[in-house]
């Protein structure tokens, strides 16, 4: 949109929330009746009618109408990992030539896009192409405003014609769905009957890049792949820790401005900006919120953060490493669960009972998180992350969970039935003795840890920032749900149920405390100790994703209903066709980057090298180095031909792999990735040796400090 001097001095308490159908616009338009039912709707206590969707829709079309909307769309998350939408008109066309705008009750609830050319892993033939987009109800409609043309969008899952999610949304739901009834289960045998329904929320962190557009036009690795190919650092990184939390540039805090604005209106409560560690590198963080609420807002988020970086003639790069050298982006994905009564269940109380349950919650997320930690390393698997974890302030790709040495000490006591050491007075008794009192800060930050208590949630930090947080939030949902699915069948079959607490805590903790782990991520020795503890470390994409149908974790996610036998099996399949393609496209932009610019430029200035040393040997000048520097030119340049050649040779043969995704993605791992960080090796080389007037593409140095 265009932002005149009016939407710039526009109260917030009047923009926050202006292009959301949300609670306060729906009591608003809605008949009171109308409302409470769709309340009821939202909190699973009602189906939704076509009447109730009738008048609702009618409402929507109004409001939508009033903001200059023309058109609407289901808006759904195929497994591309992007959104998707299909505008359709309001207008409906009379018998006297007039028109009528219309939306119906039957249009809200469903839509149907073709779906054939969106990825569904052998869910469907081409021939039987028809997907459906259902409305989510509990997730607010909204309007898009893309420079003042204003589209309604209404947030969807999108499901084949048999029934099977050919999107994130629907098994993320699921799992929100299964949580809740395996929370209850256990609320309900410690005698809680006062909670009605239980979420899990989610504060999502999002990191991105910005560079200027000048320079992002003049690299195709960039706009092809998200991420450079070819580029050796600059004299100067993040090495002197200037730039995080550094004072913002006018020209991106006027963006951040804008972006706040943007998604002020959308009612997507932006909290925290800030400058990351590397340079040019930020970060943005919202509030929580449900997990599918949070899921929607995020997508949004990173889509707002790109067209308004436009706008300022920047670039965002949301790439999980799109610089070597440097810090990579993540999505810190901050989670618990919540009652519809208030409570954080992972909250700490002020008395035995509360105690009680947030250790038996706790070290529930301790045995869900050992038991399907490779359902959560492949959850954040994709080429990006690839590159990223490990390094960099990024968590390694072993799972673990960082406590803190308060929690652990805690929970040691327990299982060893000692004193606790930092309150010798009070033995650790279950429902009987009341826990030191936690201050809510509670445990230091580990930022080498990938799964971390930070007082009131657990902190997934391996997620990376260009993925949607749906997937990692239905794994995450359902190990838990598992695991406290078999905690209450426990304490509905215990005649003492404050015993059988006790002993699910010191069962759950003695059985699965391999996976805590405070000290430093990044060690060598800590590799070499979680081995030792039978740990898995998978370290790339293609050996976490065939994790998905082991059969202990396949068999799990389809009992709780999130994913069926054959949603899983397409799921591998797509994923590792997707990681496959992506490493094509880097390969194939590497070689054409070498051959048809790094070669010729480098050649050229080798010549007028060679020239300007033929001179100088006529004219008896030293020239010993010289020709040494020629000669380490020359030998990289060849290199670079012969490393070019090599890729391009085997990258045709791996190509012809396409019969088989698994087989053809560890090739495309295990071969051409090598063969590209050799070929990397030489161009990084030759930009340092080159001329950098004559070399072809924007260095680090003007991508990484050119705002």
Known sequence: MDYSSEVRTMKLSEMYGEYSFNDRTMRERLPNSVYQKMKEIQDNKKNLTLEIAEVVANAMKDWAIEKGATHFTHWFQPLTGLTAEKHDSFISPTP?????MEFSGKELIKGEPDASSFPSGGLRATFEARGYTAWDTSSPAFIQDLNGITTLTIPSAFISYRGDALDKKTPLLRSMEAANKATLRVLRALGNTAVKRVYTTVGPEQEYFLVDKAHFSKRPDLQLTGRTVFGSMCAKGQELDDHYFGSIKERVLKFMHELNQELWRLGISAKTQHNEVAPNQFELATIYDTANLSTDKNQLVMKMIKNVAERHDMVALLHEKPFAGVNGSGKHNNWALSTDDGQNLLQPGDNPY????FLLFLTSVIKAVDMYAPLLRLSAANSGNDHRLGANEAPPAIISIFLGEQLTDILDTLINGTKHSRAASEIMDIGVSVLPDFPKDMTDRNRTSPFAFTGDKFEFRMVGSSQSIAGPNAILNSSVSAVLNEAADRLEASSDTLEEVKKIIIDFYRDHRRVIFNGNGYSDDWVQEAKKRGLANLTCTVEALPELMRESNAQMLSSLGVFSRAELESRL??????????????????????RRQIVPAVTSYLDMLISSLSRQRELDLPVIRQQEHITELSRHLEGLIQSMNTLEE??????????????????????????????????????????????????????????
């Open 96 to 100: 006297d030539g007039r028109i009528l």
């Open 354 to 357: 509360e105690n009680a349950q």
């Open 573 to 594: 399949e797509i994923y590792m066709e997707s990681y496959s393609k992506q490493i094509n496209i880097e390969a194939g932009i590497m070689i054409e980057m070498a």
């Open 650 to 707: 085997k990258l045709k043969t791996v190509q012809d792999m396409e019969d088989d995704v698994i087989a053809q993605a560890r090739e495309f791992r295990w071969a051409i990735c090598p063969m590209m960080d050799d070929l990397r090796v030489h161009g990084d080389a030759l930009e340092r040796l080159t001329d950098r007037t004559r070399w072809p593409y924007p260095s680090y140095e003007e991508l990484l400090f050119g705002l």
